[in-house]
């Protein structure tokens, strides 16, 4: 495996790009702006996934699964609500290909098998599940509805880059029903705070809780709150929504329940989503120049042992330690890889697994045997150190939870000294041109504003704080008094 | 929730669709032929996924994720060895919708958005999988590779039915590829064994493990494997498959490989799949004129405990005993609900767990708070007793395996009984008529014959079973000479 990877600072896209295939994540497919996620990749994804079904399932949450197709009818049912929905998206139109009557090689779309009703891949599945809470509810015994869905969407997207914007993904997507407001705003509180709680102390990604302007909501919600991610190369991205949608899909859709006191009343309602998107969060949190970097917490591999052995009775002997290093590491729980292959030398086999991140390496050599030691080097500070054979499991144990830590505060600090606050619109500018990261700035509440500053600088409101201190001030771009600071950035 | 299921002996179909609908499984959706799997069939399903991933990560196989789509082009190149490749399909032909300018409320699919190439909704994934492969393998160093991914699939049914028949399901499908012939047949036998080992041990289904005739194997297929099971109603149902697909997608998508003596070959492949078919199996094994009956090692809730009360301060004391309860049986890792829900009556309740075949149910009344008792039923036997208090942990231990072992005896009995040899074709006929199950039979092992018979009884060979004992006889159609028993039965 050939490492050679660009530099962050000559073409941080370009180092992403590369990473992703060069450590075995993704690849792109034969079919435009769909990716394959290969077994590393989707290893990293399944501890993700493990970790957030854990968490919805203890508030409550239950699994299901809706249909991939919604019927053309049902967007136009929630289009009224939603004017401003992407409409970019896979149309199915027929159900059967067959020979080409004039090539026999060849197979065309059979004219006579067209749908009478084009049905769209999902983007989003407001639509198709609320047509089907229409039957579950009818009254307040019904309520609440705590559903999630695993599942793959598709959105018809132009330029994608692997993991960041992809036409197909994976994600989940919850869908309550609520008898009041008030429980509903609560869920939605309650998921964003699930998804920050995951993404700070899970993936070691710090991240600022607020809430959407209303440009930037989801169509159809009436609040949207997000988490937002700072990326090393100061641009942000939004790593989590949590959507208060009011009863306008119980309206669209028509879903009503009777109260305690026997009044019919419109369905209140959340969504929320995290998705393969946070992939390249991960990736672009911690990883450096050599590759990729991961928090112990999300390694497929956490330790690997290398032997380094001439001839078949040194490794004989390396492999009596290493079996048992594997077998009292497994008896922690750490997940830990004996890397005896020989069609590799140990060179090539230490830049693998430095490219994909593996948290801690053993190397076990013949001088070691003498000493009773082996070598232990930490893929997040390059750092290397010779400890006692049987110092390893503690070392180790210990290590794996000093790196989780490491890995976010060194992100939490680059976070942090990315704030910057500034009052006038020419540091708004020099700031985001020469700094990056987030600009801490007053804002006069009104779109067009907002819209004027993206069209100028193409940094947008990435969200109004949660913790954001109250504060009189005037607007960065139109003098106009402001309360309150928000949080501009480029963003992904 | 009402019950009045349709008796199994008056219309077994029907008996089968209220159930899935009433026990909350799953439903219909506004899709035509796609299901909403429902919370508590998608607890059933995440059960069964979590132990066959297990099973397939035990056998060292990884998951991945590759496209929904699978370009025209990628068909036709497949089609060049799979003649008989259905062609019912999901196409899609277009990526936008846009409001129709006749009418704003309408959307129209835009006819700009024209693909250039058809995409396919996968109806399976050999084609995108071994087209990625072929970047993936080039010397012996990257065999072989063992991917297994859990995704949806769709394929244009026409006539659908819950679970057994669906235009959309989900499923998992296995994609190895090997360097020799010898291996990727040991593979298709492992995954079999592991399937049979599955449905056996964790589903409580007996099955017959053989091999498909050629004009049942799967298309592109040089040998398929199968276990077969028997359903209540006399016919069979193939629960699981694996196929040894020689070279055939390796030569259709040119993936060769250098082998350690540099001699270049096309690589060994197979594919392996279950899917929520298997829902559809576990119902009609186990179930009863009363509702679903579900083996232990998958039912959500193994146990639950209803309270009988008058008032706040009974229903005070009962909770004491059940919370505790609770606690116990849940530090043995069993999963227990208190169904405390004041909007039930009791008989609701239990009308409700017998539906959806909960193993254990516990009442306690004011009775049992005097006499330190709990009334214990099974659902599988629905009887009744009466047991102390600091029994029930205990007792409810060995229930439940005892359930898990009985479930399975008792099908297997059944299905023991409904394997009948027969030695003419009246008896055939006679046999398949009056009392169905798997039909014994010697067959000349001619497609013609197999054909024959199917267009006459609408019974076809399940499979020739591995363990079928080699014996010299007639072929029970054509009286041509055979030297092994079938099995022959009407299938879902």
């Known amino acids: 495996m050939s490492k050679n990877l660009t530099k962050r600072s000559e073409d941080y896209s370009k180092w992403y790009n590369e990473l992703v295939v060069k450590a075995d994540l993704a690849e792109n497919s034969a079919v435009r702006g769909c990716m394959v996620i290969k077994p590393y990749g989707y290893a990293i994804w399944e501890k993700m996934q493990a970790e957030l079904d854990k968490k919805f399932k203890e508030t409550g949450h239950q699994n299901a699964y809706f249909p991939l197709f919604v019927p053309k009818s049902l967007f136009e049912a929630e289009e009224k609500n939603a004017e401003g929905f992407a409409k970019e998206c896979a149309v199915v139109t027929h159900y059967r290909l067959k020979t080409d009557p004039d090539d026999a090689s060849k197979l065309i779309v059979d004219p006579n098998a067209k749908l009478e009703e084009e049905l769209i891949v999902r983007p989003t599945s407001e639509a198709i599940i609320w047509n089907t809470y229409k039957g579950w509810i009818q009254s307040y015994r019904d309520l609440p509805i705590l559903v999630n869905q695993w599942a793959n969407v598709v959105r018809w997207e132009m330029r994608t880059r692997l993991f960041l914007r992809t036409a197909e993904f994976l994600w989940q997507e919850g869908h309550t029903a609520h008898e009041t407001r008030q429980e509903a705003i609560a869920e939605t509180e309650q998921m964003n705070n699930v998804y920050a709680d995951f993404v700070e102390n899970f993936m070691a990604i710090p991240v600022v809780k607020g809430r959407k302007t209303e440009s930037e909501r989801f169509a159809g919600a009436e609040d949207t709150y997000c988490i937002e991610a700072l990326m090393q190369d100061g641009k942000a991205l939004q790593a989590g929504t949590s959507h208060f949608l009011g009863q306008n899909f119980a309206k669209a859709f028509d879903v009503k329940f009777t109260s305690k006191e026997g009044k019919q009343d419109y369905v209140w309602a959340t969504s929320w989503g995290v998705s393969t998107r946070l992939m390249g969060a991960l990736i672009m949190t911690h990883s450096d120049d050599n590759g990729l970097v991961l928090p112990p917490n999300l390694a497929p591999i956490q330790v690997v042992i290398v032997p380094i052995y001439k001839g078949e009775e040194q490794l004989n002997q390396i492999s ?8 009292d590491l497994r008896a922690k729980g750490i997940s830990v890889k004996f890397d005896n292959r020989d069609t590799h030398r140990p060179g090539a086999k230490f830049a693998q697994y430095e490219l994909q991140g593996v948290p801690l390496r053993i190397a076990i050599g013949p001088k070691d045997l003498e000493k009773g030691t082996v070598e232990l080097a930490r893929r997040d500070t390059l750092s ?10 503690n070392t180790i144990e210990t290590l794996l939870v000093e790196i989780q ?9 680059y976070r942090d000294s990315h704030i910057t606050e500034v009052n006038s619109f020419e540091e708004f500018k020099e700031v985001l041109e020469n700094k990056g990261g987030f600009i801490s700035a007053h804002w006069d509440g009104a779109a067009e504003t907002e819209q004027k500053i993206k069209e100028l600088t193409k940094a947008t409101i990435r969200c109004i704080p949660f913790d954001a201190k109250e504060e009189n001030g005037v607007c960065v771009y139109s003098g106009n008094p402001s309360k309150v600071r928000v949080l501009f950035a480029k963003a992904y």
Chains 1, 2 share one sequence.
Do not use: G, P, R
Not at 384 to 393: E, H, M, N
């Open 320 to 327: 009596e330690v290493a079996d048992q290093l594997v077998e």
């Open 384 to 393: 290397k150190q010779f400890i006692q054979k049987d110092d390893v499991v």
């Open 405 to 413: 830590e490491s890995l976010h505060l060194k992100a939490t600090q």
